[in-house]
C-alpha cells in the first residue's frame, strides 16, 4: 500500500450541473483519480448479477441507493484504486457524498487513512436549467464520456469521439427520474453544501457557462491549494 496520505476533492452540485463532464477534464490535470458512485453502480448494473438488479431497483427511478451498500462499495473501490503503485494524488469525488450520513462515513474513513479533503467544489446552475441538460445527454456505455445533443455534440452524430461507440441515453434520464432526483438532491444533498462550507472547505464555482471556462476556473482556484503540501 501507498504510504503518503492521499489529498482527495469532492465535486458537488444538482443533476446535470457538468460534474462528470468537469470531472473528466480537470481529474487528470490535477492528478486525482476520478471515482463517480454513479459510473460504479451502472458498472454492476450492465453485468447480469443479483447485486447489479438490486442497484437497478433504486437507479432507474431515481431513489438513493441505501447508504450501507454505497458506502461499501466505494471504499472497496478506493482502496483498490489507490493502493499499490498509484501514481495520483488522491481522488476526485463524483456524486458522493449525498447527504449528511455519507458525509460524517467519509469523514470517518478518511481519519482512518490519515487522508485530507482539500476542497469541495459546488459547481452551481440554476434549476430551471437541468431538466434540458440532462434530456438532451448522450453517453457513452462503453468509456462512459459524456456529450449533450446541442451543447457539446459529439463530431459524428451518436458515435462516441473517445472510442467509437454507439452513444445512448441513461435509464435514468427520464422526466420522472429526473424531477425525484431533482427532489432529493434539494432536500438531502444541498444541505451537506453548508456542512463543508462551515469547515472553510466549499468554492463555489458558476456552473451556467461554457463547459471549459467552467475547468479553467476550477483548476485555477485548485491548483495553489495543493502547492502548500
Ligand atoms: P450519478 O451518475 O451521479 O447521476 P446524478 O447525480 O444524477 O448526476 P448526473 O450524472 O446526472 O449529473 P452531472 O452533474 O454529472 O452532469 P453531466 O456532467 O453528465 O448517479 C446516478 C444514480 O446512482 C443516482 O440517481 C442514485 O440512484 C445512484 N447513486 C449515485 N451516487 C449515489 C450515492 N452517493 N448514494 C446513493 N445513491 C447514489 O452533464 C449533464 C449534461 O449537461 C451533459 O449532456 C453535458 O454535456 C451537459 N453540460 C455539462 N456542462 C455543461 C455546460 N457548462 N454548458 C452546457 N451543457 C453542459
Ligand atoms: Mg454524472
Ligand atoms: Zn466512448
Redesign the pocket.
Known sequence: MAEKSAAHVIIM??????????AALIAPRLHLEHI????L??EVMAGDSELGQEIRS??DR????P?AL?IRM?MDHVDHVLGGESEMRGMLL?????NQA?AEALDLALRERGDRLVSVVH?DVPRERLME??T????CPNCGA???RG??PPKVEGVCDVCGSSLIQ?S??TPEAVER?LSI?YEQTAPVLDYYRAKGLLLDVD?????VD?SERIVEALLPKFDVD
Not at 13 to 22: D, I, V, Y
Not at 36 to 39: E, K, P, R
Not at 136 to 139: A, M, P, S
Open positions: 452540485g444538482p443533476q446535470g450541473a457538468g460534474k462528470g463532464t468537469q463517480s458512485t454513479g459510473d453502480f451502472r433504486y437507479v431515481g431513489a438513493l441507493v447508504d454505497t466505494l463524483d456524486g458522493f457524498p449525498r455519507q459547481v441538460r440532462l438532451g445527454r448522450l453517453v459524456t456529450y449533450h451543447f457539446n441513461r435514468d434520464d432526483r438532491y456552473g451556467d457557462r461554457p463547459i467552467v
